[in-house]
Nanobody, 124 residues
Framework: QVQLVESGGGLVQAGGSLRLSCAAS????????LGWFRQAPGKEREFVAA????????NYADSVKGRFTISRDNAKNTVYLQMNSLKPEDTAVYHC?????????????????WGQGTQVTVSS
């Protein structure tokens, strides 16, 4: 069982930056691929970024490529999402997710565990 807790969300002006963190419980964090997904009001959940269990590969949605960076720190059982040049359309609840021994997949069905989410609001 893995529990995921996100933090770092908030209100920011367009063009600003935020860094989201997702802390995981358990001693086998390094065996999990990790992803970030987001869901805006009235919209379906969408993939944002992912990093493989080995940390060797990353994957990004086209809408955030070049602006967002996913990274992991296995010593701290934490995955990060650095978000720069934020836009109002980035406003959503951001969830982290974990899947055992998966790559940097964008498919939500590959992930076994999900956090409750953290709100990101970007004002214009």
């Amino acid at each position: 069982q893995v529990q995921l807790v996100e933090s770092g969300g908030g209100l920011v002006q367009a063009g600003g930056s935020l860094r989201l963190s997702c802390a995981a419980s358990g001693r086998t964090f390094s065996r999990y691929g990790l992803g970030w997904f987001r869901q805006a009001p009235g919209k379906e959940r969408e993939f944002v970024a992912a990093i493989s269990w080995s940390g060797g590969t990353t994957n990004y949605a086209d809408s955030v490529k070049g602006r967002f960076t996913i990274s992991r720190d296995n010593a701290k059982n934490t995955v990060y999402l650095q978000m720069n040049s934020l836009k109002p359309e980035d406003t959503a609840v951001y969830h982290c997710a974990a899947g055992r021994y998966i790559g940097s997949t964008s498919r939500g069905s590959e992930y076994d565990y999900w956090g409750q989410g953290t709100q990101v609001t970007v004002s214009s």
